[in-house]
């Protein structure tokens, strides 16, 4: 079993949609949980994180932790066509020393 | 500006030649990262420091080198022993092994 499950999509919807993009884990002792935006040919850039469980807000963006269920989920309010990108989410321990990362979710905002 | 920078930005190898492509972090980060993507697939991690002189192999380290001499420089050489090279390399780097990471802009790299 792989320690980060992500669903590939691809996922397309109209603008101004709200998304989710779940990921689910196997490792209870995640605490710091990460979300990426990669455009095509770029690095991926850091969005959000949240440490231990709880939700966060930044602008259209939510993201949101549930250590019961090792399930975490970003959510995209009003979806822009700018927002078209690939979706990675991640994750660490405090004892451990590497990341682990979702394959990524493919999303197409259409104008 | 803060951050982490890769150079170059494309880079062509012919087969048997050894290449090394560099990243330079400006964060004052412990730990630094070299992460293999590929179409259709995840990160995979080729090595990771967490301190000076000091790195570890990672899932797919062979054929590739390291070297952690500076804290702010990670400098990936891909060899000639790595059989199928051509990919986007990205480095990231975090405050320490644990919390979050930060990706420079990648190097892609083809072999003619």
């Known amino acids: 079993q792989k320690e980060v499950e992500q669903d590939p999509g691809p996922l397309s919807v109209p603008e101004g949609a709200i998304v989710s993009l779940n990921c689910t884990y196997s490792n209870s002792a995640f605490q710091y949980f990460m979300w990426y935006r990669q455009y095509s040919r770029k690095g991926p850039e850091l969005l959000m994180y949240?440490?231990?469980?709880g939700n966060k807000e930044d602008g259209r963006f939510t993201a949101q932790v549930d250590k019961s269920s090792k399930y975490i989920s970003l959510f995209i309010r009003d979806s822009q066509p700018s927002d078209s990108a690939t979706y990675l989410c991640a994750m660490s321990s405090l004892t451990g020393n590497q990341f682990y990362f979702g394959t990524g979710t493919s999303l197409t905002v259409i104008p | 500006d803060g951050g982490i920078t890769q150079s170059p930005k494309y880079l062509f190898r012919k087969e048997g030649q050894n290449v090394t492509l560099s990243c330079e972090q400006n964060l004052n980060h412990d730990a630094m990262y070299w992460y293999r993507q590929d179409p259709g697939q995840g990160l995979r991690l080729i090595y990771y420091s967490q301190i000076v002189n000091d790195f570890q192999k990672g899932d797919i380290a062979e054929g590739y080198s390291v070297s952690r001499e500076k804290k702010e420089s990670f400098p990936l050489t891909v060899t000639s022993a790595q059989k199928n090279p051509t990919a986007f390399y990205l480095c990231a780097s975090s405050v320490t092994s644990t919390e979050v990471a930060f990706f420079g802009p990648g190097t892609r790299l083809t072999v003619l």
């Open positions: 949240t440490y231990s469980s």
